[in-house]
């Protein structure tokens, strides 16, 4: 099993950034894909971006451009610039193990607690 804790989250003004962490520990030792999702209040839970084993990523149409998934040693990142209000949700990190993820909750069976990311216009 993997545990996941995300980190970074906060209240930011149009057109500002933020950077998302997320610790992974456990067998991290194994070949997993992560990524990122958000959910909004009354709103179903959404990919935003996903890395496979080898780093290749693929983000949702509404953040190309602006948003960047990375990975560090046990360490999932996304960059988040040029946020707008309709970004607000409490963001999600997730994981699997397996080598090639996309952006479907069903793919993932470990997640992380959440950190909520506010954009005020």
């Known amino acids: 099993q993997v545990q996941l804790v995300e980190s970074g989250g906060g209240s930011v003004q149009a057109g500002g950034s933020l950077r998302l962490s997320c610790a992974a520990s456990?067998?991290?030792?194994?070949?997993?894909?992560m990524g990122w999702f958000r959910q909004a209040p009354g709103k179903e839970r959404e990919g935003v971006a996903a890395?496979?084993?080898?780093?290749s990523t693929s983000y949702a149409d509404s953040v190309k451009g602006r948003f960047t998934i990375s990975k560090g040693k046990n360490t999932l990142y996304l960059l988040m610039n040029s946020l707008k209000p309709e970004d607000t949700a409490m963001y999600y990190c997730?994981?699997?193990?397996?080598?090639?993820?996309?952006?479907?909750?069903?793919?993932?069976?470990?997640w992380g607690q959440g950190t909520q990311v506010t954009v005020s216009s």
């Open positions: 997730a994981a699997d193990y397996r080598f090639h993820c996309g952006l479907v909750v069903g793919e993932f069976g470990y």
């Open positions: 456990g067998n991290t030792y194994r070949t997993y894909c």
């Open positions: 890395i496979d084993s080898d780093g």
